[in-house]
């Protein structure tokens, strides 16, 4: 009986996320597939505002997914999106707004940390987000380009677009 109600319930989990997320909660980390889907609807939401940005996700141990630089994105843009979302994996998905708030509190933490990420660096800014699935920490979104706040908002429709949610 108690096999039942935990196999109930196990597929009321699975059947309640779209099926990208749905392979992220079953262990294979956040895939190439719904990271893509994510950048797609965070730079469909930027081109409706008009403001080219560029988007990064990466996964939950900090690697590289997947990222675009729209057509017109400020210089180093992409750069500042992979930092963004770098920050916020190595602290365990903080947003880049509470990040600045802790960077402005005690900089030379970032500082020291910015060195042990490889070959990246962190930037503690307002455009990232971490991208829970499941509840669990799958990854982060940076996204740099437009002002911090359309950033933001670039990121967190992105990260509903595949199902998933910015807080666990």
């Known amino acids: 009986m108690r096999f039942l109600v935990l196999a109930a319930a196990a597929l009321q989990l699975c059947c309640s996320l ?10 294979r980390g956040l895939g190439l597939e719904t990271a893509s889907q994510l ?11 008009k403001t080219p940005v560029s988007i990064v996700v990466v996964d939950a141990a900090g690697h590289f997914v997947t990222g675009v630089r729209m057509d017109g994105a400020p210089f180093a843009t992409f750069d500042v999106a992979r930092g963004k979302a770098l920050a916020t994996a190595a602290t365990g998905g903080a947003s880049g707004a509470e990040l600045a708030q802790r960077y402005r509190a005690n900089p030379i933490v970032f500082g ?9 660096p962190l930037f503690p800014s307002q455009g990232s987000l971490g991208i829970y699935i499941g509840g669990k920490l799958a990854g982060a979104v940076g996204v740099s380009g437009g002002p911090s706040e ?11 677009a595949i199902g998933a949610t910015e807080t666990p």
């Not at 779209?18 to 262990?27: E, H």
């Not at 020291?112 to 990246?120: D, I």
């Open 112 to 120: 020291q940390m910015s060195s042990l990420v490889y070959g990246g």
């Open 18 to 27: 779209p099926a990208s997320a749905q392979q992220a909660v079953q262990g």
């Open 39 to 49: 950048v797609s609807a965070a730079a469909q939401f930027a081109g409706q505002k």
């Open 150 to 160: 359309m950033d933001e908002e670039a990121g967190r429709r992105g990260i509903a």
